[in-house]
């Protein structure tokens, strides 16, 4: 069955830390996966996904298919990375369902 | 703001009971989609609708229905609601159906006495 598991419901770190959120998934296939998040009173919202391969707000991610990994970083946390963030999964490719993980709420502290 | 929009933002009701949820797609958009997400489950996806017809279902109960009208705007009916029902329905829409072009919503709050 497929799955997606984020074993930190909770990550706090001081600014200036490199933080990184663990993302594990359970599929045979080729799956698309994504990191999403949730700022305080705001709406969920995609930060990105393994496909474009890139940088957002400085949190990169790689798929790691042997480790069935898809863990989030970035080097040097700031304050404004405080959120709520979800890693999902989209299978197979082109599917048009996501599935959740739990979630990591993420705290940076002064 | 022009994005998607959700009606009510909160709804108490009562165990047995039936409540409507309403979602405005963003302009343009063809795609809605439904979750919810509670404490024990997560986010968990419902049901996807595209230019008024069902695309895709999740783990949507038996007493749960939704459905797209003309207009583009969706429906999620919940029926003889249970305490675990209690949990907050997001919303999103997109242009063409692509998971990774979704606009989430605000959600509304259900809590189920």
């Known amino acids: 069955a497929q799955r997606v598991t984020q074993p930190e419901k909770l990550l706090s770190v001081f600014k200036g830390a490199p933080v990184e959120l663990k993302c594990n998934y359970s599929y045979s296939g080729s799956p698309e996966l994504f990191w999403y998040v949730q700022y305080s009173r705001q709406r969920l919202q995609l930060l990105l996904r393994?496909?474009s391969r890139e940088s957002i707000k400085g949190f990169t991610a790689d798929l790691n298919k042997g480790e069935t990994s898809f863990h989030l970083k970035k080097p040097f946390a700031q304050e404004e990375d405080s959120a709520m963030y979800y890693c999902?999964?989209?299978?197979?490719?082109?599917?048009?369902?996501?599935?959740f993980g739990q979630g990591t709420r993420l705290t940076i502290n002064p | 703001d022009s994005g998607v929009t959700q009606t009510p933002k909160h709804l108490i009701t009562a165990t047995g009971q039936r409540v409507t949820l309403r979602c405005s797609p963003r302009s343009g958009d063809l795609s809605v989609y439904w979750y919810q997400q509670s404490l024990d489950q997560g986010l968990q996806f419902l049901i996807q609708y595209y230019n008024g017809e069902e695309r895709a279902k999740g783990n949507i109960l038996e007493r749960f229905s939704a459905q797209q009208f003309p207009d583009l705007h969706s429906e999620l009916n919940l029926s003889s609601l249970e305490l675990g029902d209690s949990a907050l329905y997001f919303c999103?829409?997109?242009?063409?159906?692509?998971?990774?072009?979704?606009?989430f919503g605000p959600g509304t709050r259900l809590l189920v006495l």
């Open positions: 393994h496909i």
């Open positions: 999902a999964l989209s299978a197979p490719q082109g599917a048009q369902k996501l599935l």
């Open positions: 999103a829409s997109s242009v063409e159906g692509r998971v990774e072009t979704q606009y």
